[in-house]
């Protein structure tokens, strides 16, 4: 069994910096991308910040500059969220993108969440 842990969470005020972390565990043969992803009330969940097994980098437009993501060991990802505004308040999901064994297809798994709320 596969799980993904986040991390980091937190109420900060307007122009704060947070570091939100996720962790696997469980049986795993290789990780290929690893991302964030986050869901504001009454929205969609939307893409954040994606990092390759190469190490290359997307982000959506409402973040360039002001985060990143980074592949902390085989199994962990950061995301570094720098001058933080009221509208990063979600609550933010890791994703990685997971073989379990050498042979058969990747799946992708979730973590449960953590709430960042940006707030004065």
């Known amino acids: 069994q596969v799980q993904l842990v986040e991390s980091g969470g937190d109420l900060v005020q307007p122009g704060a910096s947070l570091r939100l972390s996720c962790a696997a565990s469980?049986?795993?043969?290789?990780?290929?991308?690893m991302g964030w992803w986050r869901q504001a009330p009454g929205k969609e969940r939307e893409l954040v910040a994606v990092?390759?097994?190469?190490?290359?980098t997307n982000y959506a437009d409402s973040v360039k500059g002001r985060f990143t993501i980074s592949r902390d060991n085989a199994k962990k990802t950061v995301l570094q969220m720098n001058s933080l505004k009221p509208e990063d308040t979600a609550v933010y999901y890791c994703?990685?993108?997971?073989?379990?064994?050498?042979?058969?297809?990747?799946?992708?798994?979730w973590g449960k969440g953590t709430q960042v709320t940006v707030s004065s």
């Open positions: 469980g049986a795993i043969f290789e990780i290929n991308a």
């Open positions: 994703n990685m993108n997971i073989a379990r064994f050498s042979i058969g297809s990747p799946r992708d798994y």
């Open positions: 990092i390759t097994s190469d190490e290359n």
